[in-house]
């Protein structure tokens, strides 16, 4: 086999490895906008609108699901789970371990609870991509590796 032949089976293969290999990202579809987060554990954060307290959801990938694996918040009230086991806390929330596997969820965004995405350091206010009290369907998804490089990412 020639140089010719050699350069051309290694850019097919590489460009077959970017169209068939699959990462799995975490989808956020806000019905006329798709975009993929690359981490495998975020934090969903919001003022409850009742306590007007911050609340905050622990998600990570695991197989081909999100678990729901911790909740806290500052004060009992509406919509706080019954089936969680508390974790022992000093830093003034409540928390709770709950382990809830689930393979999507929807989620109302506002800007007045302040709808937010946190991982790795980077605050990502969903608000400012959606009108408010829209919906966001989060799930996880595998994608191509070209799509994971060139993909519009939060």
Do not use: C
């Not at 010719?4 to 460009?15: E, P």
């Not at 800007?111 to 009108?131: C, F, K, Q, S």
Request: charged fraction near 25%; aromatic fraction near 16%.
């Amino acid at each position: 086999m020639n140089n010719k032949g050699i350069i051309w089976g290694t850019v097919t293969f590489v460009l077959l490895f970017f169209l068939f290999f699959r990462v799995s990202v975490i989808k956020f579809d806000f019905g006329d906008e798709i975009y993929y987060l690359k981490e495998n554990q975020f934090h969903l954060k919001w003022i409850h609108s009742v306590e007007k307290e911050e609340w905050v959801e622990t998600y990570e990938k695991s197989g081909g699901n999100l678990i729901l694996t911790e909740t806290y918040f500052k004060t009992y009230g509406a919509g706080v789970p019954s089936d969680g086991k508390i974790i022992e806390s000093h830093d003034g929330y409540i928390r709770m371990k709950i382990d809830r596997e689930m393979n999507e969820f929807n989620l109302t965004v506002s800007e007045n609870a302040e709808t937010t995405i946190e991982t790795d350091g980077r605050v990502i206010p969903l608000y400012d991509y959606t009108e408010d009290y829209e919906y966001v369907n989060i799930s996880l998804q595998y994608i191509s590796l070209w799509e994971y490089v060139g993909g519009p990412m939060l």
